[in-house]
Every structure is written in structure tokens, then in C-alpha cells.
């Protein structure tokens, strides 16, 4: 990886960070996305401590606010012109129905609809690598998911679980499409199930709310380390050079659900999203 940009959101914590710390032990310049300019700079100092590379570097980017990404997107080619990898790691899990600040379902608003606007302003940089890679990460919970184009906002209820579910289908969805887009090009784009991993998703930051419930379930989870080895294995392995648009787990294709096989929804989805981000 000596060489090589690698873009990874979300990496103030969890799997985010396990991610950059191994990467920029192979050899990479990792760009660590995060929110918080707090906690990304105490993730900064502890990734670089822990994989003794100086070669990382914190980048701020709201993933529910469209304009921050847009601002992001050109900052970043202000510095760079090429993007080898871009891991689509971030993910927020909302117990109580929220908004982002365009007004978007929190859940699809970030995990999806903020990746694939990303992901769509960085293709070019992508396109300038050798072999450029697209990770989303995603999750077994996208079995279970649905999309109700009528239904986005939840108006007649919000349930955590099918929001969660929803965003997760999405990102299968959308890597499959993406790949069938890209064919042709230089970019592999996949997806995964990282297993169940111990990390703070669904825990309040400000009430703290969650915390009781992860303390006691987190023995029985995955470290963040082992969470993110898909991801690493994606973003790093000559065995998945040309595959595309496949859903991995355990650095294995596995299978998705009849849902996320459908290309008219993956078509649909993509349209839709294109006109909600204003692409």
C-alpha cells in the first residue's frame, strides 16, 4: 500500500479507526473523515502512536449535511488528484426517529444517501488510480431491509431496526449498481458484512443513552479489529483485483437477499437518490 491515498469515513472510532491504523501500517497516506474535530484529532494521535505512520491525516466532513460534503469533496482534490481506495465506513444507528440537516430519514440520510454523494464527487480522483477500490461497508441486517419510495421520512412511524435495515440494503444496492456503471474502468466497487462488532454505534454521545446495554452485550461481539478485516482485505488484496459489485463476509462472496439482487430497485434507488442529492 506504500504509495497509495486511501480515503476512510468515520475513522475517529471502532472499525473506522482499526481500519486506518492497519492500512497505514501497510504503507498508506490514510485520510481519516470524521465530524468531530474532537474526537478526530484524539483518534489522529492514537493512529498514528499505534501504527507508527506519520503518514495520516484528519479531514472534517458531515456526512448528513450535503453542503459539507460538496465542501469536502473540493477541499480534498484542492490537495490530491488521485484517490486509490475510498471506504465507506461510517454508519449511525438512531434509536428515535431523527432528521439530517437536509431533512433525510438519519439512518438512509448518512449511511447512504451521504456515501453515494461521496462517493459520486470523488469518482474522478478514482478514476486516476491504477486500480482504484470503492468499500461500503454494510451489514446482514440489509436481509431484512425494504424501500418504500412513498415512505422515506417514516411519517407513520419510525422503528430503529427497519431504518437500519433500510440503509443497509442501500448500500448493497448501490454498490451493484455502482459496479455495473464503472464497468469498463480501472474502479472495483464492493460491499460487506463486517459481522457483529462491539463498537458504540447507537450510543448517544450526548445523553449517553446505550451505554448500559453495550457494556453488557460487548463480550459476545467482535473487536473492531476483527470487524474490519473484510474491509482491509478489499482495499488491499490482489485475490479481489477484479471483482465487482459482490458482497463479501469473512473476505469470502457471500449471498445477498432477493431484494438486493433486484437491478430495476438498484436503478430506481440510483435515480432516486441522484435527484435527492442533486447530482
Known sequence: MHNKIVMITGANSGMGLATTIELAKLGARVIMVCRSRERGEAALLEAVKQSGSEQ?????CDLASLADIRAF?????????????????AGVVSIKRAKTKDG???????N???????????????????????????????KSG??????????KGFNVWTGYARSKLANVLFT??????????AITVNSLHPGAVGTHIGVNRESGFGKTIWKLVRPFFLSALEGSRTAIYLATSDQVADVNGEYFYKEKIAPVSKKASD?????KLWIWSAKQVML
Open 56 to 60: 495520516i491525516e484528519l479531514m472534517l
Open 73 to 89: 469533496a473540493e477541499a480534498f482534490k484542492a490537495k490530491y488528484d488521485v484517490l486509490d481506495v475510498l471506504i465507506n465506513n
Open 104 to 110: 433525510f430519514e438519519i439512518q438512509l440520510g448518512v
Open 112 to 142: 447512504h444517501l451521504g456515501h453515494f454523494l461521496l462517493t459520486n464527487l470523488l469518482l474522478e480522483e478514482l478514476k486516476r488510480s491504477p486500480q482504484g477500490r470503492i468499500v461500503n461497508v454494510s451489514s446482514a441486517a440489509h
Open 146 to 155: 425494504d424501500i418504500n419510495f412513498d415512505d422515506t421520512l417514516f411519517p
Open 176 to 185: 451493484k449498481e455502482l459496479a455495473r456503471r464503472l464497468k469498463g474502468t
Open 263 to 267: 437491478q430495476q430497485l438498484a436503478e
